[in-house]
């Protein structure tokens, strides 16, 4: 606790936010828990995909704190995703 408060210190106040690890908690999972991590780590729609950031375009994007090129990820075009404005002449 602060000595200037009642109010018992946070997370926010532990120093992670400055570079100090964290202790992770090493207790084994419990049954029901090693379940939904197994589920979780398999998708239920068919054969996972690579993560985005494993392209090497994107880490090289990442690495130099650049834009990716236009279309690297989805092909480019229309995302079909219901929200593409319509431009009339109205």
């Given amino acids: 606790m602060s000595e ?6 946070t997370a926010m106040a532990t120093g992670n936010d400055e570079g ?8 084994p999972l419990a049954p029901d ?18 993560a985005v950031e494993d392209d090497p375009v994107v880490t090289s994007a990442a690495a130099g704190d650049s834009t990716l090129p236009a279309g690297t990820l989805d092909g480019g075009g229309d995302q079909d995703d219901g929200l593409t404005p319509e431009f009339t002449d109205r």
């Fill in 4 to 9: 200037h408060s009642e109010i018992p210190d």
């Fill in 20 to 27: 100090e690890p964290g202790q992770p908690d090493t207790r």
């Fill in 33 to 50: 828990e090693r379940r939904l991590l197994e589920a979780l780590e398999q998708p239920t729609d068919g054969p996972a995909e690579p």
